[in-house]
């Protein structure tokens, strides 16, 4: 009788053989599908505001302190009653900061930057995050969304460990795996696997923030011993044991149980519609398949953004409930059956003509003279727009600012491996459709994590209502 095969469990590391294998195959920083979207239709969801975020995070901040007064009051009354108000601080405090901190990290909450930064930074203390890790695990994330030895935010690698996943519900899982890196960051080390996805150009920030935390920690036990009470670390710290449970219900119906190692979205991410108050405390990620194809849109717009994909996509879930009724079997298969996964139903493919390649890809019109070469005409090219230029091997971006002056870059960003063309010009920068990694027009240089290179610069013209573009770099 022939041997059975054995298939070898797969390496979820980020320095072990399937790293190495999904660089091989070309699944590493490489190019997904995307559903066509019209041009004109996109740059209205790309737009940024203040208004929603600020207004949703006001009125969270607003139920943290309501709660927590609540809490507090009962506990000082002797009352079980406090329970209550202190769940609802819990979840506040540790499962909505989850989408917070998301959301934020990509820039595309708020239109300052500074608003993004700041609410990036205190949601990753809340859901106890190290905030320079996680940026650029996150960054790795949407590059290699569920491929085995890359992406170091698989959240049920197979075979999933059950015992693991029940006992996440509690958090004390959490909390160990975030303080021991913590304290390897205190003393200026990095794990081998984080050096491979943070630029060392990172590592004192990891270094000044995981201080920082052990500092605040430090401070409230001691204040906790000082007052012989629990109470301090029931508003820091465990809150992420007794309140980050419905984040974890949210979060896995993300990709749990889904295809590993594919380049389309549809196959690997869900979504599920939730009622309002769901939408609010998540921040509209439960549309987690529409964020992933365009992390550029902000959370707001993205129910928009379903609309207008939505034949083009698998069918969403119907509810949370729907969505955990096929994880916990196929999680309980995968146990046994590692190579088990989820198969989503795509629709048949749409061919249609406002396709986001087919609005602004240009080629070549006649042959370059002096260095210079034809792009098109200058109506295709609005303010604050850019369009894609193909040329041999080699692809370019050209873009008009807001105060309509002409630029060029080569089109590939330098970090994420993706199209510039298909980004968001603001002012006088792009920001990369892959990471919300940010450029300035006018010499290339980067202006917003993850970008740490800079792109090479070409000169670009309008003449006779037509957009030129030379070739040769400037020295």
């Not at 994880?327 to 249609?352: G, S």
Request: with cysteine; proline share 7%.
């Amino acid at each position: 009788m022939p041997a059975v095969e054995t298939i070898p469990p797969s390496d979820y590391s980020l320095v072990g053989k399937d790293t190495a294998r999904a660089i091989e195959q070309g699944l590493a920083e490489a190019t997904w599908y995307a559903s066509p979207v019209p041009k004109e239709k996109m740059r209205e969801l790309l737009q940024r505001r203040d208004g929603p975020a600020i207004r949703d995070t006001l009125i969270w901040f607003g139920l943290l302190l309501i709660s927590g007064a609540g809490s507090y009051l009962f506990w000082q009354a002797g009352s079980w009653w406090a329970v209550v108000p202190f769940m609802i601080y819990g979840v506040l405090y540790a499962s909505a900061s989850d989408s917070r901190w998301h959301e934020t990290s990509h820039g595309t909450a708020f239109k300052t930057d500074w608003l993004n930064n700041a609410l990036y930074e205190i949601a990753s203390f809340m859901v106890v995050r190290e905030a320079t890790v996680w940026r650029w695990s996150h960054a790795r994330h949407h590059s290699d969304t569920i491929i085995v030895g890359r992406d170091p935010e698989i959240a049920a690698p197979r075979p999933p460990d059950i015992a693991g996943i029940i006992w996440g519900f509690f958090g004390i899982k959490e909390l160990f795996n975030f303080f021991k890196p913590v304290a390897l960051h205190c003393t200026g080390r990095l794990s081998p696997e984080e050096k491979t996805f943070i630029p060392e150009s990172e590592y004192e920030k990891v270094f000044l923030r995981a201080r920082i935390y052990l500092v605040i920690y430090g401070g409230v036990m001691g204040l906790a011993i000082c007052q012989r009470s629990i109470l301090p670390l029931l508003f820091v710290g465990l809150p992420r044991i007794y309140g980050a449970w419905l984040g974890l219900i949210y979060g896995y119906t993300q990709h749990a149980g889904l295809a590993e190692n594919v380049l389309d979205h549809r196959l690997n991410c869900r979504t599920v519609r939730m009622n309002f108050i769901n939408r609010y405390l998540y921040w509209n990620m439960n549309y987690h398949l529409e964020h992933h194809m365009f992390p550029l849109v902000p959370y707001h717009n993205l129910p928009k953004l379903h609309e207008l994909v939505k034949a083009d996509m698998p069918a969403p879930y119907r509810s949370i409930w729907n969505a955990w009724r096929e994880i916990v079997p196929a999680l309980l298969r995968q146990v046994k059956d590692p190579a088990y996964y989820v198969e989503r139903k795509l629709p048949p493919p749409t061919v249609r003509a406002d396709a986001p390649a087919a609005a602004h890809i240009f080629t070549a019109k006649g042959q370059p003279v002096n260095g210079w070469i034809e792009i098109c005409a200058g109506e295709f090219l609005k303010r604050e727009d850019v369009i894609r230029f193909d040329h041999g091997q080699k692809t370019y971006a050209i873009y008009r600012s807001a105060e309509g002056a002409l630029h060029a870059t080569d089109g590939i960003c330098t970090h994420g491996n993706t199209h510039l063309a298909d980004g968001l010009v603001k002012g006088r920068l792009i920001e990369c459709p892959k990471h919300n990694g940010r450029f300035d027009l006018t010499d290339g240089s980067p202006q917003r994590k993850p970008v740490c290179v800079a792109l090479q610069t070409y000169k670009a013209r309008e003449h006779d209502g037509k957009i030129f573009l030379d070739l040769a770099p400037p020295t």
